[in-house]
């Protein structure tokens, strides 16, 4: 069964500064990873997808990168935002034995940005 | 805007009394999830349909059912909902899977309280 795992818990970090976020999973026959960001109280805003082919995407200040062999993903966010304070949970995507794709999700890590 | 749409979006409800949470989308997409995520949880999923056939999780508990009437819409019912059941309900779709790249769409989610 697969696993997602979300280092660390929660991070707080100065306006500006750059960071990663980290992602590991147990099982390597992925489909794809993807990276969305929760805000309190509200629903899940995909990111980026990285497809188990590919080794990273970019999207504005944000990029993600997959290692697949070794289990690992991380969420580099350069120069960041107080707006950038959410949750981010990682979700790594596979197809089910009904033919279905599905995402198994880690607990995601909590971001504060302190201006 | 196509979307995938959740109602209501707070909801609270007597412990025993049953309760329904609707979801509907716009996308015209094959699949349709049930997660159930519960504070600094990962989302944990239920259940899915892929077109009318039901797939329920080895360990969602009896008192959860769904039913998906048409392509549109998708509902929860909890029969007797406990303390325990309190959570965020999120609701997501998914394409056929001849139509990559593959990614869940997800609703804004409700927030389900039992007294």
């Known amino acids: 069964k697969q696993e997602v795992t979300q280092i660390p818990a929660a991070l707080s970090v100065p306006e500006g500064e750059n960071l990663v976020l980290n992602c590991s999973f147990t099982?390597?026959?992925?489909?794809?990873l993807q990276w969305f960001r929760q805000d309190p109280g509200k629903g899940l805003t995909s990111l980026l997808l990285?497809?188990?082919?590919?080794r990273e995407q970019t999207s504005g200040r944000l990029n993600a990168s997959l290692d697949k062999s070794s289990g690992r993903s991380t969420l580099y966010i350069a120069a960041s935002q107080p707006g950038d304070s959410a949750t981010y949970l990682c979700?790594?995507?596979?197809?089910?034995?009904?033919?279905?794709?599905?995402?198994?999700f880690g607990k995601g890590t909590k971001l504060s940005v302190i201006p | 805007d196509a979307m995938v749409i959740q109602n209501p979006r707070y909801q609270v409800t007597q412990f025993g009394k049953p309760v329904t949470l609707s979801c509907s989308q716009t996308l015209n997409h094959n699949v349709m999830y049930w997660y159930q995520q519960k504070s600094s949880q990962a989302p944990k999923l239920l259940f899915h349909y892929y077109d009318k056939d039901f797939n329920n999780e080895a360990d969602t508990p009896d008192n959860f059912q769904s039913r998906r009437p048409n392509t549109s819409f998708c509902f929860l019912d909890i029969r007797s909902p406990g303390l325990g059941d309190a959570a965020m309900y999120l609701c997501?779709?998914?394409?056929?899977?001849?139509?990559?790249?593959?990614?869940?769409?997800f609703g804004p989610g409700t927030r389900l309280l039992v007294l």
């Open positions: 979700a790594v995507g596979a197809y089910s034995g009904a033919g279905s794709y599905q995402l198994t």
């Open positions: 997501a779709t998914s394409r056929d899977r001849a139509r990559a790249p593959e990614t869940q769409y």
């Open positions: 990285i497809q188990s082919s590919q």
């Open positions: 099982d390597s026959a992925i489909y794809n």
